[in-house]
């Protein structure tokens, strides 16, 4: 999924100018919520993110297949600033150490991947979660997150003229209909160990959601 330089031509200013929005509001997040406690885990996360972006495969008419992530960072912390902020690190440590995206690229990389990523994570989550229960919504969330970021790629390099539309979507989206199983699966997994293990990091437990405000029977999970 990742965006090499020469891509975009005249398109890859645009998503700077949105990454950095989006990073301003990552960053006051992260100030009012992330402790001695909670920066490790984003540490963990990071680096376990960018294992997983390691194994990819090329796409014909596309860019490359992955996995991402930033549903897993989005629901855990109960954010859509964590999925961005973390992304946003992975993706600089690619870029520049690795060759993986690019410089010119990163912005819409941080976009797709982290903000459209973790924010349609977050939302499918919380809107899933009261009627399906936290893990399938979990899952749908993170297939749905690495679709639609896959998909939206493909539009990307339309308007850029890079590839045509119809093949583009086809291409990017039946590959990452089959990852995204695969990222579902690992969300789930992870979310589960973290829930018997070490249930006070997940925001869930703490009953706090990206706005500080409390959710239903966070005081029920104080209590017990």
Do not use: C
């Amino acid at each position: 999924m990742h965006i090499p330089d020469g891509f975009l031509s005249w398109t890859w200013p645009i998503y700077y100018v949105i990454m950095f929005v989006a990073l301003y509001f990552s960053l006051r997040w992260a100030r009012k919520n992330l402790d001695e406690k909670l920066i490790p885990l984003i540490a963990v996360l990071s680096a376990g993110i960018f294992a997983i972006m390691s194994m990819n495969m090329p796409i014909p008419f596309g860019t490359s297949g992955h996995m991402l992530g930033g549903a897993l960072v989005a629901i855990v912390f109960l954010a859509p600033e964590a999925a961005v902020l973390v992304l946003f690190i992975v993706l600089l440590v690619q870029a520049l150490f690795f060759g993986d995206g690019g410089i010119t690229a990163l912005g819409v990389n941080v976009v797709n991947m982290g903000l459209i990523g973790g924010a349609v994570a977050y939302f499918s989550f919380r809107g899933l979660e009261k009627f399906t229960g936290k893990y399938p919504a979990a899952a749908i969330a993170a297939w749905l997150s690495l679709f639609i970021a896959a998909e939206v790629v493909a539009v990307e390099m339309w308007l850029a003229g890079t590839f045509p539309l119809d093949v583009g979507l086809a291409s990017m989206g039946i590959y990452h209909a089959f990852i995204g199983v695969i990222e579902a699966i690992l969300t789930v997994v992870v979310l589960i160990a973290l829930d018997k293990l070490r249930p006070d990091l997940l925001a869930w437990n703490r009953g706090k959601t990206s706005g500080g405000q409390k959710l239903e029977g966070s005081e029920e999970v104080a209590a017990k």
